[in-house]
Antibody
Framework: EVQLVETGGGLIQPGGSLRVSCAAS????????MTWVRQAPGKGLEWVSV???????SYADSVKGRFTISRDNSKNTVYLQMNNLRAEDTAVYYC??????????????????????WGKGTTVTVSS | DIQLTQSPSFLSASVGDRVTITCRAS??????LAWYQQEPGKAPKLLIY???TLQSGVPSRFSGSGSGTEFTLTISSLQPEDFATFYC?????????FGQGTKVEIK
């Protein structure tokens, strides 16, 4: 069974740091695009970051320079290191796998992506 | 960044109703769009990807259509377990973005 389990959330003061983890089973994180998506209380979904199979990363502008995504292949775990936290970072943080489907039309390849496996989330509260 | 606008933001419907939700993109995204359903307190669940491909295990009453900048999610006959919030997401480019959500409630 494919499963993602997030841990590490908690209450942290503004300006503080926290690292949340996403332990995977049934999939290999180093072979997949692994993402973090967050949801502030009562709000919609916000994409945060991705780490590609090759190890490259991408971030939302709202967290760039403060958050770092990484992975430990030996533990099959993805991390999100969050520094200089702000009240607006308060949210449930979900880990998700971004899968892909390749379709061909003639000699052209099309890669369709989608987030098909999600964890249950971990709650981060930034408050004094 | 690509902006996605869903309409309506809220709808009230009865069991058995046909429901349609629209998602408009600020620029063309071909068919690189997915739809998710989220129940309160739970993680989102993938319903449709590539604009119209039904995820395995999702009931056939859900369908998606569209290409370019306009997309729709249709529920052909609303069931009690469908009352939730639905989100579209573009996967044409980074940063990935979501629509603001459409909450479907019981009339």
């Amino acid at each position: 069974e494919v499963q993602l389990v997030e841990t590490g959330g908690g209450l942290i003061q503004p300006g503080g740091s926290l690292r949340v983890s996403c332990a995977a089973s049934g999939i290999t994180v180093s072979s997949n695009y692994m993402t973090w998506v967050r949801q502030a209380p009562g709000k919609g979904l916000e994409w945060v970051s991705v780490i590609y199979g090759g190890g490259s990363t991408s971030y939302a502008d709202s967290v760039k320079g403060r958050f770092t995504i990484s992975r430990d292949n030996s533990k099959n775990t993805v991390y999100l290191q969050m520094n200089n936290l702000r009240a607006e970072d308060t949210a449930v943080y979900y880990c998700a796998r971004e899968a892909s489907l390749v379709a061909t039309r003639g000699s052209t390849y099309y890669y369709y992506y989608y987030m098909d496996v999600w964890g249950k989330g971990t709650t981060v509260t930034v408050s004094s | 960044d690509i902006q996605l606008t869903q309409s309506p933001s809220f709808l009230s419907a009865s069991v058995g109703d046909r429901v349609t939700i629209t998602c408009r993109a600020s620029q063309g995204i071909s068919s690189y769009l997915a739809w998710y359903q989220q129940e309160p307190g739970k993680a989102p669940k993938l319903l449709i990807y590539a604009a119209s491909t039904l995820q395995s295990g999702v009931p056939s009453r859900f369908s998606g259509s569209g290409s370019g900048t306009e997309f729709t999610l249709t529920i052909s006959s609303l069931q009690p377990e469908d009352f939730a919030t639905f989100y579209c997401q573009q996967l044409n480019s980074y940063p990935r973005t979501f629509g603001q959500g459409t909450k479907v409630e019981i009339k």
